[in-house]
């Protein structure tokens, strides 16, 4: 496939260039191990070439017309719909992703290119009033300069682009390093489309590297002023801390264990789909994705029964097949952590209402129920298809259980009465909640962040503005003030 074979390189100051390092990460499809690419890592010399060249190429953007910046989107925009089918085949090839998963990945990465267009123009700047006669107070939103950023494996295009592009719109440079497992597709592919669009040499630059070789140098390096990192609450702990002791800003979207709650007046066939979904997809490797299915006891019979139904008519299998609902895992080392949670479970006294087999890094679905309470997999965030099925006893219960987890991402409450839903979501401890809907749901213009352990800070729309600007405040006194000495 010609992504792999053009696109395994380092993406620095506007060149293609080998990675200098003495090691190779070599990136694998997922489903049949075929080898995709190597790719030499970048070394700690070269990460500092990449910020050195953002860091000159910003000064000159930063003063570049907003109205002409946001042409780049524009062009980006449309370098995607004109191959969309190449990189589609590349997100199944390189993530193991079905075909609803690369068009879903896709349709929330154009949406975001489209809202970036819109955030050129937004940075907009305040005029005060002061005390002081004579005196104007001036707030001037302006770019931060260089951001660093950390992508993650499961969905690599659309959250690269999720923090590059409005970094880039409000007028800074941006450092990416992808995920190793996700090189391409969240790293080097992103680099072209922005080549592509026209976007001006050393804005945009690719390290494809690892922290075995370059340590913490991404994050210490004076250069970035605001680091941006997706991925596992452990690794977001200590970004936030390197960051923090070098006065940077870091914005965080880390893991999740949402809970769905099914009230007793619920429409049990539509919380049924929207559990499954909300669990299930892309296997469940999604940060959002509903762990945890809590049920009032007065329908939880009828909703097992068809919970369960549900999810064992699902296709797993070859991601290239139309037809499969659930691909691979992205490694066999996460299909193996996974399968001894859930074997630990069981040991446990966990219930199997279904499961099947686990092989290589295809991992049949497994629905678990009668766990106790201070069961370890309630409260971790499983990242592949095990739902866990949990009774509650009214509202108070429900929102007690979908609280009692480090983590506070996503959620949904489903129920007759819309009003009770939102009084019920207003009670969980989470940055976001759905109601009568599924745990999954990221919009350009909507605030994206959780609470707890699930992360820092917020993107998308005005939040995206304050995370990548910085304000300043010039005064300007009109006639003469009056000093006391």
């Not at 990460?25 to 075929?34: A, K, M, Q, S």
Request: charged share 20%; proline share 5%.
């Amino acid at each position: 496939m010609s992504y792999f074979s053009e696109l395994s390189q380092q993406y620095i100051a506007g060149q293609w260039c080998p990675g200098s390092g003495s090691w190779d990460i070599v990136d694998l499809n997922p489903y049949n191990g075929e080898k995709l690419a190597s790719i030499t890592v970048a070394t700690v010399d070269q990460v500092d070439q990449a910020y050195r060249a953002a860091e000159a190429a910003q000064r000159e953007w930063a003063g570049v017309n907003p109205y002409e910046r946001r042409l780049v989107f524009e062009r980006a925009l449309r370098v995607i719909e004109e191959h969309e089918r190449e990189i589609t085949d590349a997100i199944i090839a390189e993530l193991g992703g079905t075909h609803l998963k690369a068009g879903f990945e896709l349709g929330l990465t154009k949406d975001l290119l489209r809202e970036a267009m819109q955030l050129s123009l937004r940075a907009e700047g305040r005029v005060l009033p002061s005390p002081v006669d004579g005196k104007e107070n001036r707030l001037y939103r302006l770019p931060v300069g260089v951001v660093g950023v950390i992508s993650p494996f499961n969905f690599p295009l659309f959250l690269s682009v999720k923090a590059v592009a409005p970094a880039l719109a409000l007028g800074n440079a941006v450092v990416l390093k992808p995920h190793q497992d996700a090189p391409i597709v969240g790293g080097t592919l992103v680099a072209r489309i922005f080549e592509r669009a026209g976007l001006p040499a050393g804005l945009l630059n690719v390290v494809v590297t690892d922290i075995a070789e370059i340590g913490d140098a991404l994050l210490e390096h004076p250069v970035p002023k605001v680091i941006a990192f997706t991925g596992s609450d452990r690794v977001g702990r200590h970004v936030a801390t390197v960051a923090a002791s070098h006065f940077k800003r870091s914005i965080l979207e880390l893991g999740g264990n949402s809970a769905l709650i099914v009230l007793d007046d619920a429409d049990l066939d539509y919380a049924v789909d929207a559990a499954v979904f909300s669990r299930f997809a892309h296997q469940g490797q999604v940060c959002m994705a509903a762990n945890r299915v809590l049920v009032d006891r007065a329908v939880l019979a009828e909703f097992t029964g068809k919970f369960v139904a549900k999810v064992a008519s699902l296709t797993v299998g070859d991601p290239k097949d139309p037809a499969t609902q659930l691909g691979p895992l992205i490694n066999s080392v996460q299909a193996d952590a996974l399968t001894a949670q859930v074997d630990q479970a069981v040991a446990d006294g966990a219930t199997v209402l279904l499961r099947g087999s686990t092989v290589g890094t295809l991992m049949e679905p497994v629905v678990l129920t009668d766990l106790a309470p201070d069961a370890p997999i309630l409260r971790r965030e499983l990242f592949g298809p095990v739902a866990l099925l949990v009774p509650f006893d009214g509202e108070d219960e429900a929102v007690a259980l979908a609280n009692d987890t480090p983590f506070g991402l996503s959620g949904a409450v489903h129920t007759g009465d819309t009003e009770r839903g939102v009084r019920v979501a207003k009670r969980i401890e989470t940055g976001m909640i759905h109601v009568n809907d599924g745990t999954i749901h990221d919009e350009a213009i909507v605030p994206f962040g959780g609470e707890k352990n699930s992360g820092l800070g917020r993107l998308n729309g005005e939040s995206t503005v304050d995370a990548f600007t910085t304000l300043k405040w010039i005064s300007i006194q009109h006639g003469r003030s009056r000093f006391p000495f």
